[in-house]
């Protein structure tokens, strides 16, 4: 079942997520939710937070379902490790028609359980790295804009409160 996704000024996307108890078949449900919203967006990356779920689990795919195996699930993750640096241009679901550069870590190895409740750890570089962290980044109440300083972010946050008096956001 697709499921609407919140956007900047929603509460939920802005506060953190709590850990998942137990992978009831709700929390399968939710996640297979968060993979067909995901991919009919279309978008690489979905955390349960955009959906107005304060729990915390996201889902990647950087083929958005082309690959097989392209699909990665985290419940309750975790990061191992990260290092390195990237300045790339990112944009965000929640943040339709905006994008901005965004220190990032280069590689990151996030753990967690799969949706079957088994554990799961995945090394990712580049866009993979970058995902990961826009991602547990929702999962703390943190969006790309807060990331952001200054003279862009504030240019970004108005525009923003501009669309959203005339309904248009
Ligand atoms: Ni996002």
Same mark, same amino acid.
């Given at each position: 079942?697709?499921?609407?996704?919140?956007?900047?000024?929603? *509460?939920?996307?802005?506060?953190?997520?709590?850990?998942?108890?137990?992978?009831?078949?709700?929390?399968?449900?939710?996640?297979?939710?968060?993979?067909?919203?995901?991919?009919?967006?279309?978008?690489?990356?979905?955390?349960?937070?955009?959906?107005?779920?304060?729990?915390?689990?996201?889902?990647?795919?950087?083929?958005?379902?082309?690959?097989?195996?392209?699909?990665?699930?985290?419940?309750?993750?975790? &990061?191992?490790?990260?290092?390195?640096?990237?300045?790339?241009?990112?944009?965000?679901?929640?943040?339709?028609?905006?994008? *901005?550069?965004?220190?990032?870590?280069?590689?990151?190895?996030?753990?967690?359980?799969?949706?079957?409740?088994?554990?799961?750890?995945?090394?990712?570089?580049?866009?993979?790295?970058?995902?990961?962290?826009?991602?547990?980044?929702?999962?703390?109440?943190?969006? &790309?804009?807060?990331?952001?300083?200054?003279?862009?972010?504030?240019?970004?946050?108005?525009?923003?409160?501009?669309?959203?008096?005339?309904?248009?956001?």
């Amino acid at each position: 079942m697709l499921r609407p996704i919140l956007k900047y000024g929603d *509460a939920p996307l802005h506060q953190k997520a709590q850990p998942v108890a137990a992978i009831t078949p709700d929390v399968v449900r939710l996640i297979d939710d968060m993979i067909e919203t995901m991919y009919a967006a279309p978008g690489i990356g979905l955390a349960a937070p955009q959906v107005g779920v304060p729990l915390r689990i996201f889902v990647v795919d950087l083929s958005v379902g082309r690959e097989a195996d392209g699909l990665l699930t985290f419940v309750n993750p975790e &990061f191992v490790e990260r290092e390195g640096l990237q300045l790339e241009e990112e944009g965000c679901l929640s943040v339709p028609g905006f994008n *901005a550069t965004v220190v990032r870590p280069l590689r990151a190895i996030v753990k967690g359980l799969d949706r079957n409740g088994e554990p799961v750890q995945t090394e990712g570089n580049g866009l993979l790295a970058r995902a990961f962290q826009h991602e547990m980044d929702h999962l703390d109440g943190t969006i &790309f804009v807060d990331r952001l300083r200054g003279i862009k972010r504030d240019l970004i946050v108005k525009k923003i409160r501009k669309l959203t008096k005339s309904g248009k956001w």
